[in-house]
């Protein structure tokens, strides 16, 4: 964030969103619908290995360099790294992923909303920055009629395309159709 005020660069440099964009609502919109719709009908070992497996193929197929982490509770069931990921990027996942754990929100809605409001994650709700990083990639993980039991991750990609790789993916899984959910690109 540019001094919580404003304007957030996208990470990796792709982009600038203005907090005054009225496609900034709309993206907010977007991403609680997302939030509601997809909702796994359970969380297994084997259904995290389908999932992840997915997305690194997905992901080697358009050459994106990730890494890709999928944790129910506080145990990683998948987790990968791509051609071109750095180590960078599993912290990226780590603060991410905390920030859906503990929000129930994506990582991205939680940016855009500080976004709105014009604050910072430390100045909103006192987290530290080095822990908490509320930037586009992460997803809670809901299953029907017992809620978030984990996270779904990915970085490397700017934010925007983080959260959009990461609706596919679940939308994907659970066979909901893509165009009627996701973010424009």
């Not at 796994?40 to 360099?65: F, K, S, V, Y």
């Not at 409001?117 to 909103?124: F, L, P």
């Not at 920055?129 to 970085?155: D, H, I, K, M, W």
Request: overall charge neutral; aromatic content about 6%; glycine content about 10%.
């Amino acid at each position: 964030m540019n001094g919580g005020r404003g304007i957030m660069a996208e990470q990796a440099g792709a982009g600038i969103i203005r907090s005054d964009d009225p496609a900034l609502a709309r993206d907010l919109e977007r991403i609680a619908r997302q939030e509601r719709e997809l909702i796994l009908p359970g969380l297994t070992e084997e259904d995290a290995w389908i999932m992840g497996c997915w997305l690194r193929q997905t992901a080697n197929e358009r050459r994106h360099p990730i890494a890709i982490d999928i944790r129910r509770g506080g145990h990683t069931l998948f987790s990968a790294s791509l051609d071109g990921a750095t180590p960078d990027n599993l912290g990226w996942i780590a603060r991410k992923a905390r920030v859906a754990a503990r929000f129930h929100r994506s990582s991205y809605a939680v940016g855009l909303q500080l976004l709105q409001e014009g604050k910072t994650i430390a100045e909103r709700f006192g987290l530290p920055e080095a822990e908490y990083a509320p930037f586009g990639g992460a997803f809670p993980l809901r299953v029907r009629g017992v809620g978030v039991v984990g996270t779904l991750c990915v970085s490397g990609l700017p934010q925007r395309e983080d959260h959009r790789l990461v609706v596919e993916a679940l939308a994907t899984f659970i066979d909901v159709p893509l165009d009627t959910i996701q973010i424009p690109s």
